[in-house]
């Protein structure tokens, strides 16, 4: 007998997070990404000027993934994007970056940048399909497994404040 995988999860929202949700953050860090942040460093970071997260909710409130960002003068980064990896491929990294774009561009931000592993084909195809592009590269930025290394590609998209695709 099959068993019927379980529905995707349903996003309800996707919502401003501030350092009452920093445990819930570093949590979906750990599981969800290579460098993990802790709760203290997650608060410390949103304490600073221009700094913000989202945090994106599937049905009964499930955190599902979180964005960091930080914006300053006309130029937004975003430095933190993680989508629990049994949500993943379903828009809420989408949706996600979505309402960063958005809120970047009410902010001030004429462009946004991120890094993200030149190796990461998924993420490479998710910022490209968003209108990101390349326009750096750091040579062996993360580290892997000892002694391996993967390029940060550095990505922009120049026009956050003129509509979101």
Sequence with gaps: MMMKAAPPPRIVEIRSAGPAE???IAELSRDGSTEPWSSAAVMQFLGLPGSW?????????????????????DEAELLNLVVVESTRRRGIGRALV???LER?????????????????????????????APVGMRPDYYAGSPGNYADALIMKRATVNSGVD
């Design 22 to 24: 920093a445990g819930i």
């Design 53 to 73: 997260a989202l945090l994106a909710l599937a049905s009964g409130d499930v955190p599902t993934g979180f964005l960091i960002a930080r914006v300053a003068a």
């Design 98 to 100: 979505r309402a960063a």
């Design 104 to 132: 970047a561009g009410q902010a001030g931000a004429s462009a946004m940048f991120l890094e993200v592993a030149a190796d990461n084909a998924a993420g490479c195809a998710l910022y490209q399909s968003l209108g990101f």
